[in-house]
């Protein structure tokens, strides 16, 4: 059973700082990786997707990197924002298109 | 992007009573929908596959019969909460994959914006 794990669970950094979310899976055998934001009281927003052949994608101030053989992911975010505060929630994909998601990692940017 | 609405957005109901949830994606056809629940701080959990045509697959522990779905068109599929009780008050998402034209977005997931459901 696919197990997904996220760290750290809660993140404060003061704005400006660049950081790096944790992902980890244990089986490798997925189709794809999804990076999400959620914002308190509302839904997700796909911010990456990695497919299981790519090793990484980049939007904007994100960075996600895939290591399927080790069941790494991470989520990089440069010059974060108070924006940025979230929750953040990887995802893998496994048979017939299922979401497997982490417990999330709360972000906090502090002015 | 692709889009995905759900309808409501918050409701509340009295125990015993039914509740409908409906989701749509707005800008392309899914055969397949997706339904989560999330409780507070915590992750999301899959409860069941919503097929277009075909009976929806329950994730092992969710009762097919308390929660009914149905897929009626290639955007729509709704969510029945039967004789709700407060253990089932929860933050219901619907998600579905659109299949891109290019490899670099196949299967990505597009999710709902929730529905808060509240069972007094």
């Known amino acids: 059973k696919q197990e997904v794990t996220q760290i750290p669970a809660a993140l404060s950094v003061p704005e400006g700082e660049n950081l790096v979310l944790n992902c980890s899976f244990t089986d490798s055998a997925i189709y794809n990786l999804q990076w999400f934001r959620q914002d308190p009281g509302k839904g997700l927003t796909s911010l990456l997707l990695i497919q299981s052949s790519q090793r990484e994608q980049t939007s904007g101030r994100l960075n996600a990197s895939l290591d399927k053989s080790s069941g790494r992911s991470t989520l990089y975010i440069a010059a974060s924002q108070p924006g940025d505060s979230a929750t953040y929630l990887c995802a893998v994909m496994g048979g017939a298109q299922k979401l497997v998601f982490g417990q999330g990692t709360r972000l906090t940017i502090n002015p | 992007g692709a889009v995905v609405s759900q309808h409501p957005s918050w409701v509340i109901c009295k125990s015993g009573t039914s509740v409908k949830i409906e989701c749509r994606s707005l800008d392309f056809q899914a055969t397949t929908m997706f339904w989560y629940r999330q409780f507070p701080k915590q992750s999301l959990m899959l409860m069941a596959t919503?097929?277009?045509?075909?009976?929806?697959?329950?994730e092992q522990g969710v009762e097919k019969d308390k929660f009914l779905i149905n897929h009626a068109s290639l955007t729509l599929s709704t969510l029945t909460v039967t004789s709700a009780h407060p253990e089932d008050s929860s933050f219901y998402i619907c998600?579905?994959?659109?299949?891109?034209?290019?490899?670099?977005?196949?299967?990505?997931?597009?999710f709902g914006p929730g529905t808060r459901l509240t069972v007094l």
């Open positions: 919503s097929n277009e045509g075909s009976k929806a697959t329950y």
């Open positions: 998600s579905a994959p659109k299949t891109g034209t290019s490899a670099r977005s196949y299967n990505e997931q597009f």
